[in-house]
């Protein structure tokens, strides 16, 4: 029987750490629990990015969330990439450091997506045996998300959760429970988010991931470009008395408002944590009543400044 | 009758090609690449591909494969796209396969 977290602890409430925020954080101080990097974006820079995370992880407890791992991938892990990304770890202090279940290319390509896998034993096997290697190379347990996705496949003979929860089981790893891709993927694909978060194995999951997305009318979209949802929140609160609490961030990629704005919209938390009530929960596309287009809302511009 | 399930390489290989295309979707699943690794047309995409309620297995790849394509017009020079975020722009262009 695992300790719950994996013996990690629950950091409480915290946010993404982006560099629109740098600024404030270093001259205010402000009270967030803890922060979230993207492991990719400090891996190949020194220089001032380097410093200022350097300052900030004297102040706050800081865990690593990567984009690249591609643990799902056919082609050989890389290594290079590994090295980089434990000694970036040990350099900083990163309690833990997390990625998706996906892959991001094959033939040496990068897509620089979080592509689905079949939810398959083949995959299984595959991504047990990396995440086992990888974790060897790192000398800690890896923590894995669930991405939002937008297809599955025909040759899938698992749930997602089931395939989660044996895949944790399996290469004794940990979970990092992003509760709106639950909702997402639900809506998309058609399936119970309540069934999805009871089934997981909770004392594996260190983490919540918290975020808004999209409302397209026949799809929703990932998009960290807005407030958490209600029926999001809802299922945070379940998730949270499944676990008895895990370490919660907020995610917020696309229009990031000011650091206040950020840090009240995780607070909102603290209203669904220990409450006991999540009866009636239903996931249903809601009504649109607008036509949301062409809404470009991505990181690509406070990450590349230049980029139009 | 089922067919026998594709292996994940293959079914890796066959993914990246047709999202990849920048011709779009149906396109890609007729180009060379992914021929070659799963023999498929439009019309049999759910041999591969589910489709769900409200849109086409076809509709589904395009949010990947429009979300590739915005990615590459938005920031040719990118070396790390923190990319989840990145499909919205696909919406307008859903209709357009």
């Known amino acids: 029987m695992n300790s719950a977290r994996l013996g990690h602890p629950n950091l409480g409430l915290g946010v993404g750490l982006r560099n629109v925020h740098f600024g404030f954080i270093l001259d205010n101080s402000p009270p967030v629990d803890w922060f979230e990097i993207i492991s990719e974006n400090f891996m190949d820079s020194g220089g001032r990015p380097r410093y200022l995370l350097d300052q900030i992880a004297e102040r706050y407890p800081i865990v690593m969330h990567g984009v690249s791992l591609s643990i799902g991938s056919t082609d050989p892990l890389n290594f290079h990439y590994l090295r980089k990304l434990k000694l970036l770890a040990d350099q900083i202090g990163a309690l833990w450091i997390s990625d998706h279940l996906c892959w991001t290319g094959v033939m040496g390509a990068n897509t620089h997506d979080l592509l689905p896998v079949p939810m398959s034993e083949e995959s299984l096997s595959h991504i047990v045996r990396r995440i086992r290697t990888v974790q060897d190379f790192l000398g800690r347990p890896l923590i894995l998300e669930n991405p939002s996705t937008y297809i599955t496949f025909a040759d899938s003979t698992f749930t997602e959760w089931e395939f989660f929860s044996r895949m944790a089981e399996e290469a004794d790893c940990g979970l990092l429970l992003d509760v709106n891709n639950v909702y997402v993927s639900s809506i998309n694909h058609e399936f119970d988010p309540v069934e999805y978060i009871e089934s997981l194995p909770h004392e594996r999951i260190v983490q919540f991931h918290l975020a808004g997305h999209t409302n397209y009318g026949t799809h929703l979209i990932d998009t960290h470009d807005g407030p958490v949802i209600d029926a999001v929140w809802e299922l945070y609160r379940l998730a949270d008395k499944t676990t008895e609490g895990a370490s919660t961030l907020l995610e917020w990629d696309g229009k990031i408002p000011d650091f206040a704005t950020l840090h009240a919209e995780v607070l909102k938390a603290r209203e669904h944590i220990n409450v006991q009530s999540n009866e009636g929960f239903t996931a249903v596309l809601p009504e649109v009543s607008e036509v949301v287009t062409a809404a470009i809302s991505n990181p690509i511009h406070f990450m590349i400044p230049d980029a139009q | ?97």
């Open chain 2, 1 to 97: 009758m089922r067919e026998p399930p594709r292996d994940l390489e293959t079914i890796e290989r066959w993914l990246q090609a047709v999202i990849t295309e920048p011709a779009g979707i149906v396109a890609g699943l007729a180009s060379e690449e992914a021929q070659r690794n799963i023999d498929v047309s439009a019309e049999q995409i759910e041999k591969i591909v589910t489709r769900s309620n409200t849109l086409t297995a076809t509709q589904r790849l395009a949010i990947y494969g429009h979300a590739y394509f915005a990615r590459n017009v938005c920031a040719p020079s990118f070396r790390f796209c923190y990319t989840r975020s990145m499909r919205s722009f696909s919406i307008s262009l859903l209709l357009n396969i």
